[in-house]
Structures are given as structure tokens and as C-alpha cells.
């Protein structure tokens, strides 16, 4: 179960919202803390490959560059569920540590679509306590940033 999830609707079609997050180079326009992705597989690649696909497959990898402050650090992730117009998950690792998994859902409604974004935490109790002098307490930071997150998601759709 994720420890935080927020919805926001937005007046542009499924397959545009999820085009745009699973860009995860472009996370960077949308993310108060991420500031840069860079695929390190393949499959991540979005301009290329098989035409019918939108967007990297599951399994692709990447490196997310990030910043809080004067704090910057970076992640690595893999691509869990990529399946167009419904669902784009990932996972967060630090090394062999599991950090976190992020998860978009894109629900077609009468107007549009209402894009879901859910974070679970999955770092070691310990890795909790080292980290948080510097990094601070995750979930109120990740709350206001999934929060600003989708708003410019949804600006960036709406602007076509």
C-alpha cells in the first residue's frame, strides 16, 4: 500500500499524460527535486526501437540526478509496469538499497483523465534515521512535491 497518493484531473487524453511521465528525461520539468534522468539500458530510449511502443518498456534502467538545497544526490531506477495510457511504475534503488516506488495511473474520464501518483517508501528503518538530518522527514517533502509534480504535469498537457 502506498504512504502517499494524490489524483489531479487534467483536460487531455490518457496516452498524452503517460507519453509525457514515462519521458522520464523530461521528469525534470515537472519534479521540485529531480532534476535530470539519464537511461542506462537500451530499452529506456524513447526515439528509436519499435515505433509501436510509447515510451521505455519494462525493465529499462536509469539514473535520476536530484537536489534538495545545497543536497544533491542521485538514484537508480527501473522501469516496473509501462503499459501506455494506464500505468508507468518504477522502483528506486541506492546501490543495492531499495529506496522507494513511484507509480502513475492515468483513469479516462468524461473530461480527460484523472492522473494518480502514488509513492511507497521502501527504505530500511535505519537508512530512515541516518538520512533524515539531511534529507529530512520523506513524507511531508514528498507530499508537497508529488503535489507540485502533477500541477505542472497537468499545466504542461493542458498547454499542449
Not at 7 to 30: C, F, H, K, N
Request: with cysteine; aromatic share 10%; hydrophobic share 35%.
Amino acid at each position: 500500500m502506498p504512504d502517499l497518493t494524490e489524483s489531479i484531473a487534467v483536460q487531455s487524453t490518457a496516452d498524452t499524460l503517460y507519453r509525457l511521465v514515462s519521458d522520464l528525461p523530461r521528469m525534470g520539468e515537472w519534479s521540485p527535486e529531480c532534476t535530470r534522468v539519464t537511461w542506462s539500458s537500451p530499452s529506456g530510449s524513447s526515439s528509436g526501437g519499435a515505433s509501436s511502443r510509447i515510451g521505455p518498456a519494462a525493465g529499462s534502467r536509469f539514473v535520476g540526478h536530484n537536489r534538495v538545497g545545497f543536497v544533491r544526490w542521485f538514484t537508480f531506477g527501473t522501469v516496473v509496469t509501462a503499459d501506455p495510457g494506464r500505468r508507468f511504475t518504477f522502483d528506486i534503488t541506492f546501490g543495492p538499497v531499495p529506496i522507494s516506488r513511484w507509480d502513475y495511473e492515468f483513469v479516462v474520464t468524461a473530461d480527460g483523465c484523472t492522473v494518480t501518483e502514488s509513492w511507497t517508501d521502501h527504505r530500511p528503518a535505519a537508512l530512515k534515521v541516518l538520512f533524515r538530518p539531511v534529507f529530512g522527514n520523506r513524507t511531508p517533502r514528498n507530499a508537497e512535491g508529488i503535489h507540485t509534480t502533477l500541477t505542472r504535469l497537468k499545466s504542461a498537457a493542458e498547454a499542449g
